[in-house]
């Protein structure tokens, strides 16, 4: 009997044990729940709402990294651009969440660093519950997170351009915004040109005192010229949207014929065309945005001689076209996905060139696109200067295109770089590597950082693996010679590295019909090019026929007329309509052919 109460005792002991662990984890739930809940309420105060153990990740990350951003310096030598010895200046810009990226439950994942930027790409383990991130960091020039204006982007870019373009010796200056569509390229571009206006006229009028060779009101008119490019066709902005041509010179000197330019005599004429321009400019809808910019606009700020007209100075500002990947042009029509293809390939030949002009090669590849052609000046000038603001989307859910972004920016300037990231559980301990300096560049890189893998995450990879990086290929009166070669096929299509792990048959295979879509699409373009420029000519050669037709008939009207003259007349020109409408029909058919086959292409990769 005692030894059954004993074990009665134990058993009634373990169970109140039980109860009382049972009710402290419950406690323990639900103080989480109330913590949990506190926590995503005060994210939605912040403006960064989404999930919450994702946010706390990015949270820690940035506590522990916070010491390694550095001040912002734009006091470099204004006498060669304000870049020091590089003559490009590459900078990063990141927005902050949107109203529409916040009722979607998106979180905040890029964090910039000055100069880094990094990409926190949300995870999921093979279990299906553990969360981690993924970080993909990036060195720059200048890096700008979204406490920052467009006055601090303008002094560190595009203010040094001005000063050094108003110098008197006819230097050319771009600057460039690129990004995702809906990322603020415009509105950074926007803001740029508003303080442009005013610190020109301020600098024209500080160099009227100065006594020196530089460009000032006396001696210098400034002009604008605003255009597109859209499809393959170039619209003047400023006139009507008129179709202008790309020729070239016996010099070899590239001129958009028709293109005018309009003076602007004080910061407010200048701001009231820039915004004409701005209305003219071709927008449509796509998948990340409802009204994205589809083409590139081009506002080109000239300095001349008020009695030579000689050319003293160039300013170029370009805001580019939206840029998307394949995947976010499978549910587009066919003209949004001939306006993606265009744009994409116009943005490859746009890095190439870049890139050669940093690298001091000896070769710019500036006629695989009419953007670059049009720009060849700002390439193969040894004073040229340019400047690359990349805008970036903060959101979770664009994290693929913010990499992708990163990528494009870091390649123009090819930095030999590593990136080592060593991963212990859910904490990133972040290590800095220093290596000799490219030859080109006059001072140490703190080389770029990103995880272990080289890329993305891929437990199949081997950690501390190198980058390998591309080396850059080693080139009077306007004629009517075609200025334009079409680009040769695209062969690197970053975002397959985040697909595929290494050159499988599958990817080879994605790369060849990808490949196959763009030269496509390329010849779509020309064929189409070539179509409305033969129906122009039939229309006026219509209009020369149907007047002979008239004065024919007049003859005939009297008395006195040779019948046999007229049917000999009359045929002549009814078998000089028949030869217009067969030969503007075979265009039709031709062009009719290109469509069907990219249609079939476009079907063809969407099932795929």
């Not at 949207?241 to 330019?261: A, C, M, Q, T, W």
């Not at 290494?502 to 090019?529: G, P, R």
Request: aromatic share 6%.
């Amino acid at each position: 009997m005692g030894r059954k109460s004993m074990m009665m005792d134990q058993t009634r002991l373990r169970m109140e044990k039980m109860e009382a662990e049972r009710t402290e984890r419950r406690l323990r739930m639900k103080q989480a729940r109330s913590d949990r809940a506190n926590e995503e309420a005060a994210n939605v105060a912040r403006g960064n709402p989404g999930d919450v153990d994702f946010i706390g990740l990015v949270r820690e990350w940035r506590e522990e990294h916070a010491g390694l951003a550095m001040p912002h310096n734009n006091g470099s030598s204004i006498a060669n651009g304000g870049f020091g010895e590089d003559k490009i200046c590459v900078c990063v810009r990141k927005r902050p969440l949107n109203d529409k990226e916040r009722r979607k439950k998106e979180h905040d994942a890029v964090t910039c660093l000055h100069p880094t930027a990094t990409v926190h790409s949300a995870k999921l383990r093979v279990d299906g519950i553990s969360k981690y991130l993924d970080h993909n960091s990036f060195r720059f020039d200048h890096a700008f997170d979204e406490e920052s204006t467009t006055e601090d982007v303008y002094q560190c870019t595009a203010k040094p351009l001005v000063k050094y373009v108003c110098g008197g010796k006819g230097v050319k200056a771009t600057v460039f915004c690129y990004g995702q569509t809906g990322s603020g390229k415009t509105h950074t571009m926007s803001g740029i040109q508003q303080m442009v206006a005013d610190d020109i006229f301020n600098t024209l009028s500080d160099n009227v005192y100065d006594g020196g060779n530089g460009c000032s009101l006396d001696n210098t008119t400034c002009s604008i010229a605003i255009f597109e490019i859209y499809g393959g066709r170039i619209q003047d902005l400023l006139n009507n949207r008129n179709r202008l041509k790309v020729l070239e010179d016996g010099k070899g000197e590239v001129v958009v014929s028709g293109l005018e330019e309009f003076s602007a005599n004080d910061p407010n004429e200048f701001l009231a065309l820039v915004e004409k321009g701005h209305n003219n400019r071709t927008t449509h809808a796509t998948e990340a945005n409802d009204v994205s910019s589809r083409s590139h606009a081009i506002c080109q700020i000239l300095f001349r001689d008020v009695v030579t007209r000689k050319l003293k100075g160039k300013l170029s500002l370009v805001d580019l076209a939206g840029s998307e990947r394949g995947t976010d042009t499978k549910s587009h029509n066919r003209q949004r996905r001939t306006e993606s293809s265009e744009i994409n390939t116009s943005l490859l030949a746009l890095k190439e060139c870049i890139r050669a002009i940093d690298g001091k090669s000896q070769h710019v590849p500036y006629r695989q696109s009419k953007l670059t052609l049009i720009l060849k000046d700002c390439f193969v000038s040894k004073l040229a200067r340019t400047a690359m603001i990349a805008t970036l989307s903060p959101g979770s859910f664009s994290t693929d295109h913010t990499v992708n972004t990163l990528r494009y920016a870091d390649r123009i300037k090819e930095n030999v770089v590593r990136r080592v990231f060593k991963c212990q559980s859910l904490r990133v301990v972040l290590f800095f590597i220093y290596a000799p300096p490219p030859s080109h560049c006059p001072f140490p890189f703190l080389i770029k950082v990103g995880d272990a893998f080289g890329k993305e995450s891929n437990a199949k990879r081997s950690p501390m693996r190198p980058i390998q990086t591309k080396k850059s290929p080693v080139q009077s009166q306007p004629t009517e010679k075609p200025a334009f070669k079409p680009a040769e096929v695209r062969d690197d299509y970053d975002e397959l590295d985040a697909i595929f792990d290494d050159d499988t048959d599958e990817k080879v295979k994605v790369i060849e019909e990808l490949s196959e879509f763009d030269q496509t699409v390329k010849t779509l373009l020309d064929e189409e090019e070539h179509l409305l420029t033969l129906h122009m000519s039939v229309i006026h050669e219509n209009a020369e026929l149907l007047t002979e037709e008239s004065k024919l008939l007049q003859s005939v009207q009297g008395d006195d007329y040779d019948i046999d003259e007229y049917a000999t007349s009359l045929g002549l020109i009814l078998e000089r309509k028949t030869n217009l409408v067969l030969s503007l029909k075979e265009k039709l058919g031709s062009f009719q052919e290109q469509l069907n086959k990219e249609e079939e292409l476009s079907r063809r990769m969407n099932q795929a």
